[in-house]
Structure formats: C-alpha cells, structure tokens
C-alpha cells in the first residue's frame, strides 16, 4: 500500500478522493499503517474524511482493519 501511494503522488494532483484499507495487524511481509497513509497524503493536501468500513475478527473480537476515505482539502 505505501509503495503504491507514494508511486502516485503525481496521480494525487488531480484526485480529490482516496479510499484505502489498512490493516492494523500485520498479515503480509510489510505492515501498513494510517501513520504511512497520513505522511504521503497530508502533504497532498488530503485529510481523513471518514471511516468507511471497520472488520472486526470474530474470533477474537480485535479490529483487523479498516478502510479509510481521504478528501483533499482545498
């Protein structure tokens, strides 16, 4: 996920509305995290909008992820 938002910071210009899953726990070799999301969408002017969606595990009842919308603020 961080490879691919820091990959579009020039698609970012042009784009007032961002939907991205982070998950809290790490499932996959390199964790993501709101902290990533926030340094490379803050500086785009983006700001947390909304939470959209939240997975909670039923085994255990954790929060597993969330998805998040980011609007830039203009």
């Known amino acids: 996920m961080y490879k691919v938002l820091n990959g579009a910071i020039s698609t970012l210009k042009f784009t007032n ?7 809290l726990f790490d499932y ?26 939240i997975s909670n595990n039923p085994m255990n009842g954790r929060t597993d992820w969330v998805e998040l919308l980011y609007r830039k603020i203009k």
């Open 17 to 23: 509305t961002v939907i991205v899953e982070v998950c």
């Open 28 to 53: 996959y070799e390199n964790d993501s995290s709101i902290g990533l999301v926030e340094e490379i969408l803050s500086p785009e002017s983006f700001r947390l909008y909304s939470v959209l969606e």
